[in-house]
């Protein structure tokens, strides 16, 4: 994956007051945080309504970070998990309150559901408390040019065609988020930075690698179809921003397991940032200091 991160985000955001507060998930812990100013932000996969969502690192990052347009790429609410069993902290509440915050604030936000949160897909064309609820969008950056917006899952196989594939896949990837879980509690103990168990399987795993990439070129296919110059999707919780036969195909990532995000810059450039790397380079910061001290 790459991931591009700026110097003065990384300065800016390294500052005690850009840190994450104490895990209360309160609204006005923040406010005075420092600001990072892009002109669009596509997130997705956040997954509200699970164990395994970061809530506190998405509350972070959408209080340190401020746009014209936020894109909510799919799968924000877990409507699968919910289904089976109700889970939600009040840090998901708080990232729910937030995003009505910025739609009030005037940040157009754009919510495109995803298989996990199909139940919204009945509401297309409808607003609610500011968040605009649509199929899929066009969207046209700063320097002119055009990128097809979806979740992605109406072009996965396995959802299409073998639902219960899917829900059983599902539930194996809920066991393994549960051991990254307790790994992460281990190494926080240790004083080590967030890592990921799922995400390094997945990119061990011959048969999940080839699964990505045949998601990456079907997703290509359909941009080219379409005439656009891009996609920009998620779904598959693997952030990537490459070129694909003369198609930029950008992936958000996931607020799971990579806690990533893409931006566009004024300028129209666009950016995977890596909300992880910046934490663990804001946490490891301090203790450098403090070592030349």
């Known amino acids: 994956m790459q991931s591009w991160i700026n110097a003065p985000l990384l300065r800016a955001l390294s500052s005690p007051a850009g840190q994450i507060g104490s895990g209360q998930g309160s609204l006005s812990s923040q406010e005075d945080a420092p600001r990072y100013r892009v002109r669009t932000v596509w997130i997705s ?13 998405l509350l972070d990052f959408l209080k340190n970070v401020e746009c014209d347009t936020l894109y909510l790429v799919g799968d924000i609410i877990d409507g699968w998990q919910l ?4 889970y939600w902290p009040q840090a998901h509440n708080d990232v729910v309150q937030k995003l009505l915050r910025k739609a009030r604030k005037g940040c157009r936000v754009i919510f495109i559901p995803g298989n996990h949160d199909e139940f919204a897909r009945k509401f297309l064309d409808h607003s609610f408390g500011g968040v605009e609820v ?12 055009k990128l097809w917006v ?16 899917a829900l059983l896949g599902d539930s194996a990837y809920e066991f393994t988020l549960k051991l990254n879980r307790h790994l992460n509690s281990l190494r926080a103990r240790m004083g080590l930075p967030y890592w990921s168990l799922s995400k390094y399987l997945k990119v061990k795993v011959k048969r999940a690698v080839s699964y990505v990439g045949d998601f990456e070129q079907t997703l290509a296919r359909e941009a080219h179809k379409r005439g656009v110059e891009g996609v920009v999707c998620g779904h598959i919780h693997h952030a990537e921003m490459r070129s694909i036969d003369g198609i930029l195909y950008c992936n958000d990532g996931d607020w ?12 129209g450039r666009l950016d995977i940032l890596d909300w992880a790397q910046i934490m663990a380079a804001r946490y490891t910061a301090p203790r450098l200091a403090d070592a030349v001290a």
């Open 45 to 57: 996969d956040v997954h509200l309504g699970t164990p395994g969502c970061q809530a506190h690192a």
């Open 256 to 267: 799971v397991e990579s806690l990533t995000a893409l931006v566009e810059h004024p300028d």
């Open 134 to 145: 649509a199929d899929e969008w066009i969207h046209t950056t700063a320097d002119g040019r």
């Open 150 to 165: 979806t979740h992605g899952d109406l072009y996965d196989g396995v959802i299409q065609v073998a639902r219960w594939l």
């Open 83 to 86: 289904r089976r069993s109700w």
